[in-house]
């Protein structure tokens, strides 16, 4: 179609196959080849000039049409700058750490949709691994799975908050064995630092009460603010309070509980430059997309 549209504009097989870089057979077998396939002449010779003959009139419109629509698809394809992205995360990242990232993104992909799912961390890697999911942000230890692909973006700080005059803050170290008979205000089941700090606590034979379990920090957040009891959570959703002090950090530490906001996809997955894009801003590739962090529990 584009040796046609250039021998129709020159008006000659020479000059269009030198514009094009080719020898001049391979440009008359092309418009052969068409001729055959339309059953039509497309071009009409007289003497050393040559013309289009009605058909071939009609086809060069056709052809522009197709070729400038195949031009388009070839850039829209090479951008992927539009359609749906799936993605899911839990609600403390999504909550207090991703929105200036997303914010960041559709300002370089603004016909992209992104549909943003909270689910917990078991579920995120399960639609993952099903093709549900485009791409994962989670909090957890290092992944380790034969069919998922994760990136480690930072070390996610968790923290015991507790109120100011909580018995547990005058220590100057809180260890393992000084939790045993603490109420805890607790994420739901399939948290996976909930199930970290209750691993822990059962490895150590300490005795815990979990007097409240909730799927909203903020609601954690205000029972342990009020004094019913303690809670792990992650660092970044406690930021105002700490400052506030209305909730304080307790002198708690341990390996076990060491955390990574990480991005997941599956191994097979095909990353379009939208994904490439999501994936450089959470790394901070693109600027300082995600807020610093201290590397310690605190």
């Not at 179609?1 to 000059?15: G, N, Y």
């Not at 992209?112 to 639609?127: F, G």
């Not at 070390?155 to 005058?170: D, G, I, M, R």
């Not at 530490?253 to 599956?266: E, L, R, S, W």
Request: one cysteine or more; charged letters at 20%; glycine letters at 6%.
């Amino acid at each position: 179609m584009k040796s046609f549209l250039e021998v129709a504009r020159c008006q000659s097989f020479t000059k269009a196959a030198e514009n094009l870089g080719y020898v001049q057979s391979s440009v008359t077998a092309q418009i052969q080849k068409l001729e055959q396939e339309y059953g039509v002449v497309l071009f009409e010779r007289y003497g050393r000039s040559m013309r289009l003959t009605s058909a071939g009139e009609q086809l060069r419109e056709t052809f522009a049409r197709i070729l400038e629509l195949y031009d388009d698809s070839k850039r829209t394809i090479a951008r992927q700058a539009k359609g749906i992205l799936e993605i899911g995360t839990i609600e403390s990242l999504m909550a207090f750490l991703l929105p200036p990232l997303f914010h960041r993104f559709l300002q370089s992909f603004p016909e992209i949709n992104l549909q943003v799912n909270e689910l917990t961390e078991p579920s995120i890697l399960q639609a993952i691994r099903t093709g549900q999911l485009d791409v994962g942000i989670l909090m957890d230890l290092p992944i380790d799975d034969e069919d998922i692909e994760s990136i480690i973006v930072r070390q996610e700080p968790l923290v015991l908050v507790a109120h100011p005059e909580h018995p547990l803050s005058a220590l100057q170290h809180v260890g393992v064995a000084d939790l045993n008979g603490q109420y805890l205000i607790v994420t739901e089941q399939g948290c996976t630092y909930r199930a970290a700090l209750e691993r822990l606590l059962g490895q150590h034979g300490i005795n815990y009460q979990i007097l409240h379990e909730f799927g909203s920090l903020e609601a954690i957040k205000q029972c342990v603010s009020y004094g019913l009891g303690i809670a792990l959570v992650p660092r970044i959703t406690v930021t105002r309070e700490l400052i506030e002090r209305t909730l304080v950090t307790l002198p708690f530490t341990h390996t076990d509980i060491t955390f990574y906001t990480q991005i997941v996809h599956h191994k097979k997955k095909w990353l379009s430059p939208a994904i490439r894009h999501l994936i450089d801003l959470l790394e901070g590739k693109c600027g300082d997309a995600l807020p610093s962090v201290e590397t310690h529990i605190s």
